[in-house]
């Protein structure tokens, strides 16, 4: 399978960090961003690449050359197959793949240069194959939402919707586009490519692929940030140094604080049937974004009985958990996922839903909430915390084979988020 590789951007925003390369080639720990990307193709047999040059191209070509010989940065072998195609003009984010449609004639990854990733790529285009669309986008959470793109989903994975960082919005789930991509080779039916033009891959290219239903998005915690900004060089460059980057690899066991919802982030409140009720508690935005610091994954957990009673539709419940999103990522955090239980094991309440009034096996105290989460994002459950503010998610997590962590009662609500902060400093970074 092939990879094209988008590596001729300027870097106006990080500028200041090294202007006398193109961005891709800016190095981290002595190594170039290019590189990186690279290694983590190669090491997962992904070594057949396409290098879309421009702005100093030379210095990729001079670098890297055909992927046959050795690395300056290690002195090992690049392992890789390089071919080149060179911009003689801006063509956009994705102008040049009319220079390659003769090429790419099977599924084929595409990816921005100027990130730094390390993801399961397998996984990743299984879950392409699977959906059969024209494209998939890899979307994660991310720290700063607010200045993002956001993508919406049905729950198979289909995009329904994009908003541009200008477009407003209110409430939304916390999933931002991350710069990687599988297409079938279908999306050069497009008559957007039957000439060498200027193309928005995001604008021309993928929205218009929407209402057709053929856009899909595989959802990941796994690691994948940009080089936009000096503060992220930075903040990347720690993360390599720290083995975060790796780690994050779902081919590797994960850990994760799974977070009760009502109580522990939000006020307690009863049911809470109106979201216009869910209010976060105080330090919980701080807690989350340690979490996410640490390389922990941050999961919610919540029994919502209030599906199966008919009081909150799946919908109306989607979108309190967008508001809750929205809260946290206004203060840079994120949670990698929400599982929630409708089912309620009671019967006899008007306007119930009777096919979820059942004894179920995800309704806590029982682990079927977190062992489905273990399962989609390999975590490992010993090396991972329950925390919650009653006996039920105690005695969850201690079903889950985690380590149990209760908080104090609403009554002491102040000290309870104090103590949720103390956890996440004492236990988990």
Not at 340 to 346: K, L
Request: proline share 6%.
């Amino acid at each position: 399978m092939k990879t094209v590789i988008m590596a001729g951007g300027k870097g106006t925003r990080i500028a200041s960090v090294n202007a006398e390369v193109p961005k891709p080639m800016i190095p981290i720990l002595g190594k170039p961003i290019l590189e990186y990307q690279l290694e983590c193709l190669r090491d997962q047999g992904y070594d057949d690449v396409i290098l879309v040059i421009g702005h100093l191209g030379h210095v990729v070509r001079d670098y890297f050359g055909d992927g046959s010989g050795v690395s300056p940065a290690t002195g090992k072998p690049f392992g890789v197959r390089i071919d080149y195609v060179v911009e003689t003009e801006p063509l956009g984010t994705a102008g040049a793949l009319f220079l390659l449609k003769e090429q790419l004639t099977d599924d084929f990854l595409l990816l921005c240069g100027d990130v730094i990733f390390d993801i399961d790529v397998e996984r990743f285009y299984r879950f392409h194959k699977a959906r059969g669309g024209v494209a998939t986008l890899f979307t994660h959470p991310n720290s700063h939402p607010y200045d993002s793109g956001i993508i919406m989903a049905d729950k198979e994975g289909r995009v329904t919707n994009w908003l541009h960082k200008e477009d407003p919005r209110e409430w939304y789930r916390n999933r931002v586009n991350a710069g990687l991509h599988f297409f079938s080779p279908k999306v050069f039916e497009q008559g957007l490519f039957r000439e060498l033009k200027k193309v928005d891959l995001d604008r021309e290219v993928l929205k218009p692929l929407i209402p057709t239903g053929e856009l899909y998005v595989y959802d990941s915690p796994e690691y994948v940030k940009d080089m936009g900004t000096p503060d992220r060089f930075f903040a990347v460059t720690e993360d390599i140094r720290s083995g975060k980057v790796h780690a994050k690899n779902l081919s590797n066991p994960q850990k994760c604080v799974f977070l009760d919802r009502d109580g522990t982030l939000n006020r307690y409140v009863g049911f809470l049937r109106n979201i216009e009720e869910l209010e976060l508690l105080p330090g919980v935005a701080e807690a989350v974004r340690k979490i996410n610091e640490s390389g922990y994954l941050a999961i919610v957990v919540t029994n919502q009985p209030v599906i199966a009673r008919g009081e909150v539709t799946v919908e109306a419940l989607q979108e309190i958990h967008n508001k809750l999103e929205t809260l946290l990522g206004q203060e840079g955090a994120y949670v990698d996922a929400i599982y929630y239980c409708p089912h309620h094991p009671h019967k006899g309440y008007e306007g119930e839903i009777p096919e979820l009034k059942i004894d179920c096996a995800c309704r806590k105290p029982k682990a079927g909430m977190l062992l489905q989460a273990a399962k989609d994002f390999h975590i490992d459950l010993a090396a991972s915390y329950m925390v919650g503010d009653s006996d039920n998610d105690v005695q969850c997590g201690i079903n889950a084979g985690c380590t149990p962590i209760l908080l104090p009662g609403e009554s002491a609500a102040t000290a309870q988020y104090q103590s949720l902060l103390e956890f996440v400093d004492d236990r988990v970074l």
